[in-house]
Nanobody, 122 residues
Framework: QVQLVESGGGLVQAGGSLRLSCGVS????????MGWFRRTPGKEREFVAA????????GYADFAKGRFTISRDNIKNTVYLQMNSLKPEDTADYYC???????????????WGQGTQIIVVS
């Protein structure tokens, strides 16, 4: 009953910025945390950022700190990931995920989006 749809990916020059959106639809019957993960061929899915239900707590991977910002709008049922100073190594498929309860860095979430591709070129 819950669907997540990411958007905002694309091709960007190194040093540039992108803003990803993740729309949440369906019956979210309790408070939930939202997370962003990414996956590159040949690498395991890795944590990027997460935010709790009321945006009072957030968490970031080391590579994301100072460059990426996660936020959410519960009225619009949307979570965002602002990515600045992008690097070629940020190239990956990015996924949003929903977890009932507290966020965590492990990919143990209840629902996942289909992903959106980001390619950073030099």
């Amino acid at each position: 009953q819950v669907q997540l749809v990411e958007s905002g990916g694309g091709l960007v020059q190194a040093g540039g910025s992108l803003r990803l959106s993740c729309g949440v639809s369906g019956n979210t019957f309790s408070s939930y945390a939202m997370g962003w993960f990414r996956r590159t061929p040949g690498k395991e899915r890795e944590f990027v950022a997460a935010i709790n239900w009321n945006a009072e707590t957030t968490g970031y991977a080391d590579f994301a700190k100072g460059r990426f910002t996660i936020s959410r709008d519960n009225i619009k049922n949307t979570v965002y990931l602002q990515m600045n100073s992008l690097k070629p190594e940020d190239t990956a498929d990015y996924y949003c995920a929903l977890r009932y309860g507290a966020w965590m860095e492990r990919p143990d979430y209840n629902y996942w989006g289909q992903g959106t591709q980001i390619i950073v070129v030099s």
